[in-house]
């Protein structure tokens, strides 16, 4: 009796726990659902509906070799322990995560066999650069779907068949109207179309924030839910490298430097460096009214706003403008880190903890860090939407404008009626007074560096 515990791997194609637990007899298929997970922390609803929508995919795939998907709510060891005062014993075939390790004592505890598969051969983890990665993961190949499987004669009446009950189960925000679907049908569909088509432009997406959505892979949720394996964005790639164009084959390389750094964030788990918010103390306290009105979009700042209603439609921001939110929000407004990854992560339908920490410890400006950069969300706007689409596409009270006032709305003399929010606070003031804050910390522990001040014209504010 075998137990195939989905996780973030939900898809038939390439997944070693479906290829090699069907080959030991009968296999249920098995995703938990734990209220402790779901109840609180990042996960949202919109997270919700794109995992509903990917059991509801991999279960028709299932049901074309025999098999079906099955659900449990319930938190892992509870429902592991059914499964035992149900079938007397049986054999878990999981990924390894290393969040995990309690869950494993406990196996071992009540004496349940696990089978933790190895997708890919360990060399691929001592690679050293990307064209030795390249190099490894090119020999490898998918691993194909089983041809037949086998459920269990008996099934709990406590485990369902459908994801109808999770459909109204309480979980925070609100489901995306307009973001995509989720199913590895979904993914290799994007895939496809990206590999043959987007990506002679990939590049320009990545310049150019209205395009972005167009021209990005649009793989990112896919890969952080498993509907596709890197390995086969990998493979699929490298197949097509032959008959590409020079101008291609440079999209082509692009894009697999982000699937390595990927690979070494996320499944190679290279450490992330750690820094301490020394400015903890210094950290802005504000009331929910406030949070709110700067969480929809209402700061006042286009680029920011036009960014986070972006990213509250579609459930996705291209890189530069996640890095601008978060230095806007955590270095110019000085929130609690913490706060700011809490309520981004619920929104970001491709949240993964690995590549998300990464992005924080990267931006957040810290007293004796290196790259300590505080962006100028106005100045960073107009290099990024330099004609203003993407803030008009968002923010349509702008959209009328003439182009020079886009970014800075308060500097048109009609400010006052094309219904914009004053701004929240002054970028510019905020911005002095940050590295200030750094440099007297720095001087006091004998860390000294030039303090660079840069005065910009006055802003109109509602400073907070």
């Given at each position: 009796m075998n137990i195939v515990w989905l996780r973030k791997d939900l898809r038939l194609t390439d997944n070693l726990l479906f290829a090699m637990a069907s080959k030991r007899?009968?296999?249920?298929?098995?995703?938990?659902?734990?209220?402790s997970v779901w109840g609180s922390g990042p996960l949202s609803a919109r997270h919700c509906s794109f995992l509903i929508e990917s059991l509801d995919?991999?279960?028709l795939k299932l049901e074309e070799i025999g098999g079906r998907m099955f659900v449990a709510i319930g938190e892992a060891e509870e429902v592991f322990q059914l499964l035992l005062d149900t079938y007397g014993s049986y054999t878990v075939w999981l990924y390894n995560d290393s969040k995990l390790h309690h869950l494993f004592e406990w196996f071992k505890e009540k004496q349940i066999d696990i089978k933790i598969p190895i997708s890919v051969p360990g060399e691929l983890y001592k690679a050293t650069s990307k064209k030795g990665w390249i190099s490894i993961i090119g020999t490898l190949t998918e691993h194909a779907p089983p041809e037949k499987l086998y459920l269990p004669q008996e099934i709990p009446d406590w485990l369902l068949e459908s994801t109808a009950r999770f459909r109204s189960f309480p979980i925070k925000g609100e489901p995306l109207r307009f973001g995509q679907s989720g199913g590895e049908t979904n993914a290799f569909e994007t895939l496809n179309s990206f590999i043959d088509e987007r990506i002679r432009k990939y590049s320009e997406g990545k310049s150019n924030p209205l395009k972005a959505s167009l021209y990005s892979s649009g793989l990112s949720a896919y890969l952080s839910w498993g509907n596709v394996s890197l390995k086969t964005v990998v493979l699929r790639t490298l197949e097509a490298l032959p008959a590409a164009t020079e101008s291609e084959v440079k999209e082509y390389q692009f894009f697999l430097d982000k699937l390595y750094k990927r690979f070494l964030l996320v499944e190679k788990e290279t450490s992330v460096v750690q820094f301490e918010d020394t400015l903890l103390k210094e950290r802005r306290k504000l009331d929910q009214a406030t949070l709110n009105k700067i969480f929809d979009g209402k700061a006042g700042i286009p680029i920011?706003?036009?960014?986070?209603?972006?990213?509250?439609?579609?459930?996705?921001?291209?890189?530069?403008l996640r890095r601008l939110l978060v230095s806007f929000l955590c270095n110019t407004l000085l929130l609690e880190p913490q706060i700011v990854k809490e309520k981004l992560a619920g929104l970001m339908l491709d949240y993964e903890p690995a590549i998300y920490d990464s992005l924080f410890q990267d931006c957040l400006a810290l007293p004796g860090k290196v790259k300590a950069k505080i962006l100028d969300p106005v100045r960073e706007g107009k290099k990024i939407d330099p004609e203003g689409q993407f803030i008009a596409r968002y923010v349509p009270q702008l959209g009328n404008l003439p182009t020079r006032y886009i970014h800075e709305p308060w500097q048109y003399p009609g400010f006052y009626t094309i219904g914009y929010n004053v701004p929240i606070v002054d970028c510019n003031k905020a911005s002095r007074k940050m590295k200030s804050l750094i440099f007297e910390i720095e001087k006091a522990a004998g860390v000294v560096k030039p303090n660079k001040m840069v005065n910009d014209s006055e802003q109109l504010t509602l400073d907070i």
């Amino acid at each position: 009796m075998n137990i195939v515990w989905l996780r973030k791997d939900l898809r038939l194609t390439d997944n070693l726990l479906f290829a090699m637990a069907s080959k030991r007899g009968e296999t249920l298929p098995l995703y938990i659902i734990e209220p402790s997970v779901w109840g609180s922390g990042p996960l949202s609803a919109r997270h919700c509906s794109f995992l509903i929508e990917s059991l509801d995919d991999l279960s028709l795939k299932l049901e074309e070799i025999g098999g079906r998907m099955f659900v449990a709510i319930g938190e892992a060891e509870e429902v592991f322990q059914l499964l035992l005062d149900t079938y007397g014993s049986y054999t878990v075939w999981l990924y390894n995560d290393s969040k995990l390790h309690h869950l494993f004592e406990w196996f071992k505890e009540k004496q349940i066999d696990i089978k933790i598969p190895i997708s890919v051969p360990g060399e691929l983890y001592k690679a050293t650069s990307k064209k030795g990665w390249i190099s490894i993961i090119g020999t490898l190949t998918e691993h194909a779907p089983p041809e037949k499987l086998y459920l269990p004669q008996e099934i709990p009446d406590w485990l369902l068949e459908s994801t109808a009950r999770f459909r109204s189960f309480p979980i925070k925000g609100e489901p995306l109207r307009f973001g995509q679907s989720g199913g590895e049908t979904n993914a290799f569909e994007t895939l496809n179309s990206f590999i043959d088509e987007r990506i002679r432009k990939y590049s320009e997406g990545k310049s150019n924030p209205l395009k972005a959505s167009l021209y990005s892979s649009g793989l990112s949720a896919y890969l952080s839910w498993g509907n596709v394996s890197l390995k086969t964005v990998v493979l699929r790639t490298l197949e097509a490298l032959p008959a590409a164009t020079e101008s291609e084959v440079k999209e082509y390389q692009f894009f697999l430097d982000k699937l390595y750094k990927r690979f070494l964030l996320v499944e190679k788990e290279t450490s992330v460096v750690q820094f301490e918010d020394t400015l903890l103390k210094e950290r802005r306290k504000l009331d929910q009214a406030t949070l709110n009105k700067i969480f929809d979009g209402k700061a006042g700042i286009p680029i920011i706003d036009a960014s986070m209603l972006c990213l509250m439609k579609s459930g996705w921001l291209p890189e530069g403008l996640r890095r601008l939110l978060v230095s806007f929000l955590c270095n110019t407004l000085l929130l609690e880190p913490q706060i700011v990854k809490e309520k981004l992560a619920g929104l970001m339908l491709d949240y993964e903890p690995a590549i998300y920490d990464s992005l924080f410890q990267d931006c957040l400006a810290l007293p004796g860090k290196v790259k300590a950069k505080i962006l100028d969300p106005v100045r960073e706007g107009k290099k990024i939407d330099p004609e203003g689409q993407f803030i008009a596409r968002y923010v349509p009270q702008l959209g009328n404008l003439p182009t020079r006032y886009i970014h800075e709305p308060w500097q048109y003399p009609g400010f006052y009626t094309i219904g914009y929010n004053v701004p929240i606070v002054d970028c510019n003031k905020a911005s002095r007074k940050m590295k200030s804050l750094i440099f007297e910390i720095e001087k006091a522990a004998g860390v000294v560096k030039p303090n660079k001040m840069v005065n910009d014209s006055e802003q109109l504010t509602l400073d907070i």
